[in-house]
Nanobody
């Protein structure tokens, strides 16, 4: 049974926006911090953004000011709002349940299946 389920990916033009969702079980949402990673073809998976259980956030430099991560405790869901998208943002995006300390996110063992984001005209 999937513990993390991503959705919201798609094809968008440069400058456009998308909102990704990651639905979790209540236990995972209560226990873990959450992070969004992405992996482009031929590249390593990289951390994009993370949020602690208390709501502290951190972002990769490449997305600061464009992406926002937030969580909805009523829905056990974490979101990634992506604005001003660029072709370089094209990747498969994954959510992860991990730990957050001193503005650092350490990924855990729970991964979603990924959702494709393609930014192209």
């Amino acid at each position: 049974q999937a513990q993390l389920v991503e959705s919201g990916g798609g094809l968008v033009q440069p400058g456009g926006s998308l909102r990704l969702s990651c639905a979790t079980s209540g236990n995972i949402f209560r226990i873990y911090a959450m992070g969004w990673y992405r992996q482009a073809p031929e590249k390593q998976r990289e951390l994009v953004a993370a949020i602690s259980r208390g709501g502290s956030t951190m972002y990769a430099d490449s997305v600061k000011g464009r992406f926002t991560i937030f969580r909805d405790s009523g829905k056990n869901t974490v979101y990634l709002q992506m604005n001003s998208l660029e072709p370089e943002d094209t990747a498969v995006y994954y959510c992860n349940a991990g730990t957050y300390s001193s503005d650092n996110f350490r990924r855990g063992d729970y991964w979603g299946q990924g959702t494709q984001v393609t930014v192209s005209s």
